[in-house]
């Protein structure tokens, strides 16, 4: 069964620096989300994105934070000058063609650790 | 704006016991509903959605859900839980002419004792 993946697990980076998550949604889905939950708290939407440019995005997705899909299969969350309350399980998200409010299917996520 | 309450952070339960999962959302228009389940370890999985129709929706494992609109609820029920049901459950919704983002709740932890 096609899932979606994300890459790396867990990333450990220091304030100030630069973190790129990966994410390689299912291969004919065309709607990419990130989304994020800090510790003990809630899963929040941080943006969406579809043919190639940003549909929709939260208050968090500030300019700190960018998205790109490359090359057709990678989608890319980029964190430009990491803060401490970055820490937090970054999850993305994608679904297929056949309408925007279809399940999602989520990748295992990723761990961001900002020290 | 968009939100979901869930009400119990933390459900404890004997194997065979039954289950609700109470969740509510604050949204007066057309809304699609979901419920999600992370099992320990694991990513988001889809356990059961309501887009329209019979207002009562199976998913799978047994979960059921019924989405009553005068009281803006969509609760989660099992009757007869499993220890490898333990996980944690997460209702969702998304509607107002989004792109499709869903609002979460912050989640109900279930443990099932054996």
């Known amino acids: 069964e096609p899932e979606v993946t994300q890459t790396p697990s867990h990333q450990v980076t220091q304030m100030g620096q630069e973190v790129i998550l990966r994410c390689v949604p299912i291969?004919?889905?065309?709607?990419f989300y990130w989304y994020r939950q800090i510790l003990g708290q809630k899963v929040e939407f941080l943006v969406s994105?579809?043919?190639?440019?940003?549909?929709?995005k939260s208050e968090i997705f500030d300019d700190q934070f960018s998205v790109e899909r490359p090359d057709g299969s990678n989608f890319t969350l980029k964190i430009r000058s990491t803060k401490l309350e970055d820490s937090a399980m970054y999850f993305c998200a994608s679904h297929g063609p056949s309408g925007k409010h279809n399940e999602q299917f989520f990748g295992p996520g990723t761990r961001l650790t900002v020290l | 704006a968009q939100s979901v309450s869930q009400h119990n952070h933390h459900v404890i339960l004997s194997e065979a016991a039954s289950l609700e999962l109470g969740c509510n959302y604050s949204y007066g228009g057309t809304v699609n509903l979901f419920w999600y389940v992370q099992y320990p370890g694991q990513h988001l999985q889809l356990l059961l959605k309501y887009f329209s129709g019979d207002p009562l929706v199976k998913g799978i494992k047994g979960f059921e859900a019924e989405f009553i609109k005068s009281k803006f609820s969509f609760n989660l029920r099992k009757p007869s839980v499993q220890w490898s049901d333990t996980a944690e459950y997460f209702c969702a919704v998304t509607g107002g002419g989004s792109q499709g983002n869903l609002i979460f709740g912050k989640g109900t932890k279930l443990s099932v004792k054996p």
């Open positions: 291969s004919n889905h065309l709607y």
């Open positions: 994105f579809y043919n190639n440019e940003i549909s929709e």
